[in-house]
Structure formats: structure tokens, C-alpha cells
């Protein structure tokens, strides 16, 4: 029995010997490193999925507390009365309505075509930074290192993006509930001729908050952090990845856009396109 016990520990140490020095092959480091990096990329992803839930559920919620707010003022309103508005106040408040509409579309259209200039210009200076020595040097290494890093990066770069513009819609959405909820209060007490005017304001009020939201959009830090979280992304992507990358992009951009301006944003596309295409051909970019 003994004998028997001494040689099955003796194959017990054997085979755990086998294991570590199997583990410790460059080739088992890596596959190792690419699963943790793989499987911390998708913690980033579904994180990045739960955050976006949490935050429409949060403005559903809030949404919902305006509407029961408004309720609750409608039943402490003592007094009601018609009021009647005139013309000429009908009139300018039409104007009003028709030139927010108007700085809608038309600031839609210039920040259509100015992402999709940043979506060039992302592309123009990933394909430049990939063209220098430590670009090559990156994007050929088959370190499971490098890769684990390129995973996580790019979910949490992209993550970042999302969550950012999911909070931009959230605040647009909370503005027109507050707007059509005072709407709906001055109906309720001044008749429908104040309400419906007030209906046109609040309409006025939305259409301004989507035009901050477009110029803001064109702001520097906007536009700066679209160029490099887009650049990164596609330096860390693969041939096919980025070609995937860079089609989603343009066509998220030109679908957001009215019918009637897309023309505007693909003519501001093609002269951004061929200003960088002039520009790369007189620049060298090996450091």
C-alpha cells in the first residue's frame, strides 16, 4: 500500500509539472492574456448596455413625475377662465414656430456633416498614425498583451462615446416634457386659445433645445473627443473591423438627418474628404 501511495503522488507531481511548464509556453501567456482581455471587454460592453438601460429608465421615471406633478397642479388650480389672444400675437408666435423649424434642420444638417468630416478625419489619422513606425509595430504584434489592451480599449472608448450621447438625448427629452407639461397647464386654466399658443411655445422651446444641442455638437471639445475616440478605435481594430467601424458611422450620421439636407451634409462630406486627401499627399508621417 505504500509503495502504491509513493508512486501515485510521484505521477500526481509529474503531471502537475506537465501543467505549469505547459502554462508557462509564450504562446499559452498570450491565449491566456487574449481571454482575460476578451472576457474584461465585455464586462466594459454589457456595463455599457446597463448603463444606457439605467439612464432611459431614469428619464422614463422623471418623465413620469413631470406628468404626475402636472396632475397634481391641475387639481390645486381653484379658478379657471378663457383669455383670448390676438392675431397678430398668433401670427408672430407662427413665425417663430416655422424659423425654429427651420434652425432645426438646417443645424442638423451643418453638425451631420461636420461628424461625418470627424468620421473622415478619424479615419484619415488612424490610416496616418498606422503608416509611422510604432503604428506598423502595434497593429502587427501578435502580443496576447497588446491584444487584451486593443479589446478593452476599444469597448471602453466606444462605452464612453455611447453613455455621452445617451445623456445628451436624456436631457432633450426631460426639456419637452417640461414644455408640454406647462402647455398643458396654461389650457387647462386659460382656455384653448392660450393653450394652443402655448402649444406653439412649447414647440419653440423643444426646437431650441435640439438647435443648443446641434451647436454644442459643433463645439471643439465635442469634435475633439469624436476625432481621437474614433481614431483610437480604429487603430485597434483590424482591416475589416475598421471598414465595418467607419460604414456604421456614415450611415448613423446621414440617417439622423432631414431627407431634404442630406445633400448638404454629403457635399460638406466630399469637401472635407478631398481637403485631407490634399493634405496627407503633401504630408509624411514616418517619426
Avoid at 80 to 101: D, F, L, P, W
Avoid at 164 to 186: K, P, Q, R, T, Y
Avoid at 227 to 244: F, L
Avoid at 257 to 276: C, F, R, T, W, Y
Wanted: aromatic share 4%; glycine share 6%; proline share 1%.
Amino acid at each position: 500500500q505504500y509503495q502504491l501511495d509513493e508512486g501515485y503522488e510521484a505521477d500526481n507531481e509529474q503531471q502537475t509539472e506537465e501543467k505549469s511548464s505547459e502554462l508557462k509556453t509564450p504562446q499559452d501567456k498570450d491565449t491566456k492574456y487574449v481571454e482575460k482581455g476578451r472576457k474584461v471587454a465585455s464586462y466594459i460592453q454589457k456595463g455599457t448596455v446597463l448603463a444606457q438601460k439605467g439612464i432611459k429608465k431614469g428619464t422614463a421615471v422623471a418623465s413620469l413625475g413631470i406628468r404626475k406633478s402636472n396632475e397634481y397642479l391641475k387639481k390645486k388650480i381653484s379658478s379657471r377662465k378663457q383669455i383670448q389672444i390676438s392675431e397678430k400675437t398668433k401670427g408672430r408666435i407662427a413665425k417663430a414656430k416655422v424659423v425654429s423649424k427651420g434652425a432645426v434642420k438646417v443645424s442638423k444638417a451643418v453638425v451631420v456633416g461636420a461628424k461625418v468630416m470627424c468620421a473622415e478625419l478619424a479615419s484619415s489619422a488612424a490610416d496616418a498614425a498606422s503608416k509611422t513606425k510604432y503604428g506598423q509595430k502595434f497593429q502587427a504584434s501578435d502580443s496576447g498583451k497588446v491584444q487584451a489592451v486593443k479589446d478593452v480599449g476599444k469597448a471602453t472608448i466606444a462605452g464612453t462615446l455611447t453613455i455621452i450621447e445617451e445623456l445628451h438625448n436624456a436631457a432633450i427629452i426631460l426639456v419637452s416634457e417640461m414644455a408640454d407639461s406647462g402647455a398643458d397647464l396654461a389650457k387647462y386654466k386659460y382656455g384653448d386659445q392660450v393653450g394652443d399658443a402655448a402649444e406653439d411655445v412649447a414647440d419653440i422651446v423643444k426646437d431650441g433645445s435640439h438647435v443648443v444641442k446641434n451647436v454644442y455638437d459643433l463645439g471643439l471639445k465635442p469634435m475633439a473627443r469624436t476625432v481621437i475616440g474614433n481614431s483610437a478605435i480604429d487603430m485597434m481594430s483590424t482591416d475589416e473591423e475598421k471598414e465595418k467601424n467607419r460604414k456604421e458611422r456614415r450611415l448613423q450620421e446621414l440617417g439622423q438627418v432631414d431627407p431634404n439636407m442630406v445633400s448638404a451634409a454629403s457635399v460638406a462630406k466630399e469637401m472635407a474628404v478631398h481637403n485631407i486627401q490634399q493634405q496627407a499627399s503633401t504630408n509624411k508621417y514616418d517619426v
